[in-house]
């Protein structure tokens, strides 16, 4: 029986607008397994990007628990959270979050960095990721020497080098081209065979409705959904 990853309980976040109180989940449940490969849809606005960042704990619900890997999250120090993203956590941004005076390859080596990891290790498997986005070439550029898709390649290479077992995407195929997005859906289906969980925003039809399932998100709702199902 595959074990609980993620566990949402009776999840509500709302916050103040010049035009009132917006809510954007109200009461949500949910448990994810591990190797399921979700997809959150939705029109835009509605929230997909926010839930992403209440699961790597960027951010905190109004209400309700989020429980990852049995940790209930709500109970954690900032610092501690800090640790439990590092540890478990793979976050691929919308708008890449590069360190513009890094190179390519700096900035993958850099959780590996961060987790005190040996040079030659760190060296060993940036170079192997980078070779696996097709990027080897550019290692050595820095982010305003690179195109948007190689700049997003480069993003995802970096969450993906600390091999945690949660990997949240929001939105990872978005400055790609059809055949590139293709083969980086490819690399999730593999990912997914070792067990990672894999939750992404997506307005692409197609990559979602190869999910295990999708979670469509309008006016307050998350409701789940077959991934074949418009």
Known sequence: MSKINIEISNLKKSFEHMS????????????????????????????????????????????????????????????KKDEIRRKNISIIFQDNNLLTDFTAIENVKMPLIIKSESKEIIKKK????????????????????????????VAIARALISETNIILADEPTGNLDYKTSKEIFSLFLKLKKLKKTIIFATHNRELANRADYKLFISDGNIKRVDARQK
């Open 20 to 79: 009132g109180s917006i809510t954007l989940f109200k009461n949500f449940n949910l448990k994810i397994k591990e190797g399921e490969l979700v997809a959150l849809v939705g029109p835009s606005g509605s929230g997909k990007s926010s839930l992403l960042y209440l699961l790597a704990l960027l951010d905190k619900p109004t209400n309700g628990k989020i429980i990852l890997n049995n940790i209930d999250t709500n109970k954690l120090t900032n610092i």
């Open 126 to 153: 940036a170079e192997k990721i980078l070779k696996e986005m097709k990027i080897l070439d550019r290692s050595n550029h820095f982010p305003n020497q690179l195109s948007g898709g190689e700049q997003q390649r």
